[in-house]
């Protein structure tokens, strides 16, 4: 189908992946109760984890686990859970427009076939080699934060001391 496309396991899981994120995100917009929209949220940020480590960048992905689908997502569940929500929901009436919607995204995306396969794009080869192959991504991103951007470094750690002082400060003049 596409000119220099061969389908390899990580074409497939790229998809498969793929398939994941948009469900949760579709997932997301659509569910009603705050506490499965938080989860949602979590599942696009497992996917996006997943994505980076198809890209071979290890670091991105655990930080994306570690900050967005364990920090950030459990924050939402606590903030859902410690404010009052009612369970009574409204009722809907049925429209037209998801029809119209998914005709839309269907269009949109035969659109964007149609120019990715006559536009003459070219799909890399996977026997070439990135400029980056072999190399530990960690251990680079340390070398540089360490050596070429240590004064950019230690000047965000002394501007999130002084924000975290700001806000005891303001917390403490509340109370009072």
């Not at 659509?30 to 497992?46: R, S, T």
């Not at 991103?141 to 070429?148: K, R, T, Y």
């Not at 470094?153 to 001391?161: A, C, D, K, P």
Request: charged letters at 10%.
């Amino acid at each position: 189908m596409f000119e220099g496309f061969e389908l390899t396991g990580a074409s497939i899981a790229f998809f498969l992946i793929s398939l994941f994120v948009i469900a949760c995100g579709v997932l997301l917009l659509n569910l009603k109760n705050v506490v499965y929209m938080a989860l949602a949220i979590g599942g696009v940020f497992i996917g996006v984890a997943a994505v980076y480590i198809l890209l071979e960048a290890e670091f991105l992905a655990f930080i994306q686990v570690l900050l967005y689908a364990g920090a950030i997502t459990i924050m939402l569940l606590f903030a859902i859970m410690l404010t009052r929500h009612d369970e009574i929901e409204s009722q809907t009436r049925i429209t037209a427009h998801p029809v119209w919607s998914a005709l839309g995204v269907i269009g949109l995306g035969g659109i964007i076939l149609y120019v990715i396969k006559f536009s003459g794009i070219r799909w890399p080869n996977s026997a070439q080699e990135s400029p980056f192959a072999g190399q530990d991504n960690v251990k680079m991103i340390g070398e540089q934060l360490f050596s070429q951007y240590v004064i950019p470094f230690e000047l965000v750690s002394v501007v999130l001391i002084v924000a975290v002082v700001g806000a005891i400060t303001l917390a403490n003049k509340e109370d009072n």
